[in-house]
C-alpha cells in the first residue's frame, strides 16, 4: 500500500505547489509582472497565523487570509499602480524590491531567528483507512486545494468579474477600451492572488512548524519554476506545473537510491533546466505569450 | 587624410570612460587606505562586489537577458580557490575526506585565481550552450534553478566542500591594493569586450533582437561568449571573496548576496559599465554606513540608532524608488561622455549612445 500512499502525498505536495503558482500566475496573466514578492505574501500570512495562535482556530485562519489580501493588494496600491506599463525585466526587478522590502520588515518586526509554532500540530496526526495511514495535512492540503482551484475556476468562467478578469489577462489595452476599469480589475487580481497566497501561508507552516523571515523563498522558486514549466501567462499550465513538480519531487525521493537523496533538489532543478532547455513557452503554452514578428 | 589626429581622438575617446573612473576609484581606495583595519576588509568586500557587479554586466548589461544565477560562479571560483590555497597541513584538519589530487596542492592566490576562473568560465561556457537558448522569462528562471542546482551540491558534497559547515583556514592574503589591481584587470576585460565586435554585436541584439538578427549576427553565440567570459570574472571574485574574508559557506553564494549585486547594478544602471562601477561604489559606502548605525557606531561623528535589518529595508525603498523615478539607474546607463570642448560633430558617434529602453 506504500505506493498509494506515496501517490497521495504526491497529489498533496503538487496540490500545495499548484496553490504557489496559481498565485502567481494570476498577476502574471493581468498585470505582467513575474511577482517575486509572491512568496513574502505567503510568509506574512504565515506569521500573522502564527502571532493569533493563542486566538481560537478559524479566527487565526481568518486572520492569515486577511492579512495575506491586504499585503498582496497594498503592495499594488502602493508599489506596482505606479510601474504599470513598464517593460517586463523592470517589472520583475522592482518586485524584488518589494520582496526584499517584506522580508526585511519581517526581520525588523519579528527577528531573523527561526521561531517554531504548535499551530495545525495536531494536522500531523495519521490516519488508518485498513492498511492505508495517511497524515491528515495530506488530507487537509489536497481538499484545500481543490476548494480553491475550483472556486478560482467558477470565478473566473462564471462571474461577470471573471469575464472582466480573463479579458484584461488576454489584452489589457482592448480590455480598457471596452470599458473594463482597470484599476478594479488589477484590485481584484491582486486580490485573488493575496487570498491564494494567504491559504498557502497557513498549509506551509502548519506542514513545516517553522517560519523565518526568509522562508518565502522556497515557495517562490517552486511557484517561478511550476509557472514556467506549465507555460508561463496559462492559469491551468500553472496547476498543471505544480502538479508536476510536486509529483516529480516526491518521486524522486521515493525512487532515488539512499546516496543521491541529498542531492534531490540539484537533480529536480537540472530536470527543470533541461524541461525548459526543450519546450522554453512550457507545456501548456498561452497563446498570447508567442513572439510575433 | 589627416588620419593622425582622428585616431588619437578616437583612442582617447575609447580609453576616457574607463580610465577616469578607475583613478577616481583609485583615489577612493587611497582614502579608504588610511583608515583602520576594519575599514580595509570593507574595502576588500566592495571591491569584491565591484567585480561581481562588472561581471554580471558583462553579460546581463550587454545582452539584456535575466540571470539571477551569476553568484553559482561565485561560489564554484570560491571553492575552486580555496581548496587551491589552504595549507596542505590546515586541509588534513578541515576536509580529511579530501581526494588526493587536490589534497596535496597548495599555490599561492595569484595561480588560484587564475584557475579559479578558468574553472568558473568553463562552468559557464558548458552550461551556456544550453542556457543560452533560452531568453526572457525563462532565461532568468534557468538561472534561478542554476544557483539552487550549485547551493545543493556545495552543501552536500561534503568530502570536497566540507558541507553546510563554514570552510576555513584559507590564507587571507588578500590586502586592498592586490584587491584593488584585481578589480582593474576585471574592469579593463569588460572594457575590452564591450568595445569588441562580439560586445557590440551583443548589444545590437539586446536593442533589437530581431533586427540584429536580420543583418546576420548570431545572437546565441554571442550570448554564449558573454555569458562565458562574465562567469570566469564571477570566478576571480570568488577567489577574492575567500583570500579576503578567510572562511566562506555554501549559504554565503545565494540569495542576500544575488540580491545585494543585483540592487548595486540597478541603482547605478544596468546598461552601462560606468553604472555597474558607480551602483558598486555607491550601495558598498550605504551599506557600511547603516551597518555601523545598526551596530551603534558612528559615521563622521554622526550616530543614528536604527534596528537590526532596518539597513535592508532602506537599500530596498531606495531600489523601488530608482526602478520607478529612474530606471535606467544613476548614471543613466550612460558612459562618462567626453569632456565638452574635446568632442567634434565627427567624432560624437565613437560615444555610442545607448538606447532608452536598456533594463
Given at each position: 500500500m506504500t505506493s498509494l500512499q506515496n501517490i497521495i502525498t504526491g497529489i498533496s505536495v503538487g496540490g500545495l505547489y499548484a496553490l504557489y503558482a496559481l498565485g502567481l500566475a494570476v498577476i502574471y496573466g493581468v498585470a505582467g509582472i513575474i511577482n517575486f514578492a509572491q512568496g513574502y505574501f505567503i510568509v506574512v500570512a504565515a506569521y500573522t497565523a502564527l502571532a493569533l495562535d493563542g486566538l481560537p482556530a478559524p479566527l487565526a485562519v481568518v486572520g492569515a487570509l486577511v492579512a495575506g489580501v491586504t499585503v498582496s493588494v497594498a503592495s499594488e496600491r502602493a508599489i506596482f499602480r505606479f510601474a504599470r506599463g513598464y517593460d517586463p525585466g523592470t517589472l520583475l526587478v522592482l518586485s524584488f524590491a518589494v520582496a526584499l522590502a517584506l522580508e526585511s520588515i519581517l526581520t525588523v518586526v519579528f527577528g531573523s531567528d527561526t521561531v517554531s509554532t504548535?499551530?495545525?500540530?495536531?494536522?500531523a496526526a495519521p490516519i488508518h483507512i485498513g492498511s492505508l495511514s495517511i497524515v491528515l495535512i495530506d488530507v487537509v492540503t489536497i481538499m484545500v486545494a481543490a476548494v480553491l482551484l475550483g472556486g478560482l475556476a467558477l470565478l473566473l468562467n462564471a462571474t461577470p468579474v471573471g469575464s472582466q478578469l480573463r479579458a484584461a489577462a488576454e489584452d489589457f489595452t482592448m480590455a480598457r477600451l471596452v470599458g473594463i476599469r482597470s484599476d478594479r480589475i488589477m484590485v481584484v487580481a491582486f486580490a485573488v492572488s493575496g487570498l491564494l497566497a494567504g491559504a498557502a501561508g497557513l498549509l506551509f507552516v502548519a506542514r513545516s512548524g517553522t517560519l523565518t523571515p526568509t522562508s518565502g523563498l522556497q515557495p517562490l522558486t517552486v511557484a517561478f519554476v511550476a509557472v514556467v514549466i506549465g507555460g508561463i501567462g496559462s492559469l491551468s499550465g500553472a496547476v498543471l506545473g505544480g502538479f508536476i513538480l510536486g509529483a516529480t519531487t516526491v518521486a524522486l525521493q521515493v525512487l532515488l537510491p539512499d546516496a543521491a537523496v541529498p542531492y534531490r533538489d540539484a537533480i529536480l532543478y537540472i530536470l527543470v533546466i533541461v524541461s525548459l532547455t526543450f519546450r522554453p513557452q512550457g507545456l501548456l503554452p498561452s497563446t498570447n505569450e508567442r513572439s510575433r514578428v | 587624410m589627416n588620419g593622425q589626429p582622428n585616431r588619437l581622438v578616437a583612442w582617447s575617446a575609447t580609453l576616457w570612460p574607463i580610465v577616469v573612473p578607475v583613478a577616481v576609484l583609485a583615489g577612493v581606495v587611497a582614502v579608504v587606505s588610511t583608515g583602520d583595519l576594519a575599514l580595509g576588509s570593507v574595502g576588500v568586500t566592495a571591491l569584491t562586489n565591484l567585480v561581481m557587479v562588472v561581471g554580471l554586466y558583462t553579460f546581463w548589461g550587454n545582452s539584456g537577458v535575466l540571470s539571477f544565477g551569476h553568484i553559482a560562479f561565485v561560489s564554484v571560483g570560491a571553492y575552486t580557490s580555496a581548496l587551491l590555497t589552504i595549507p596542505v597541513t590546515t586541509k588534513a584538519f578541515v576536509l580529511p575526506a579530501l581526494p588526493d589530487v587536490l589534497a596535496d596542492k597548495e599555490t599561492s592566490f595569484l595561480v588560484a585565481t587564475v584557475i579559479a576562473a578558468v574553472v568558473a568560465g568553463a562552468f559557464a561556457g558548458v552550461l551556456s550552450i544550453s542556457m543560452m537558448r533560452l531568453s526572457g522569462n525563462a532565461a532568468g528562471i534557468a538561472s534561478f534553478a542554476l544557483l539552487i542546482v550549485v547551493l545543493n551540491i556545495t552543501s552536500q558534497w561534503k568530502s570536497v566542500t566540507g558541507g553546510l559547515i563554514t570552510l576555513t583556514g584559507i590564507p587571507t592574503d588578500l590586502k586592498l591594493w592586490a584587491a584593488y589591481a584585481c578589480a582593474v584587470v576585471v574592469i579593463a576585460a569588460a572594457a575590452i569586450y564591450d568595445r569588441s565586435g562580439s560586445g557590440r554585436r551583443l548589444r545590437a541584439s539586446r536593442e533589437d533582437y530581431v533586427a540584429a538578427q536580420g543583418i546576420g549576427v548570431k545572437v546565441r553565440r554571442e550570448r554564449r561568449i558573454a555569458f562565458t567570459l562574465s562567469g570566469a570574472m564571477m570566478g576571480v571574485a570568488g577567489s577574492m571573496y575567500a583570500h579576503g574574508i578567510g572562511a566562506f559557506g555554501p549559504n554565503d553564494f545565494y540569495m542576500n548576496l544575488t540580491f545585494l549585486i543585483l540592487v548595486m547594478l540597478i541603482i547605478g544602471g544596468i546598461g552601462s559599465l560606468l553604472g555597474a562601477m558607480v551602483g558598486a561604489v555607491v550601495v558598498s559606502i550605504l551599506e557600511e554606513v547603516l551597518a555601523r548605525w545598526e551596530a551603534g557606531q558612528s559615521v563622521a561623528s554622526v550616530s543614528i540608532p536604527i534596528p537590526v535589518g532596518f539597513s535592508d529595508l532602506v537599500l530596498s525603498v531606495v531600489l523601488v524608488l530608482i526602478l520607478l523615478f529612474r530606471p535606467d539607474g544613476l548614471t543613466g546607463s550612460r558612459e562618462l561622455p567626453l569632456p565638452r570642448r574635446k568632442r567634434r560633430s565627427s567624432e560624437a558617434s565613437e560615444t555610442e549612445p545607448i538606447g532608452e529602453e536598456v533594463r
Open positions: 504548535s499551530f495545525g500540530a495536531g494536522l | -
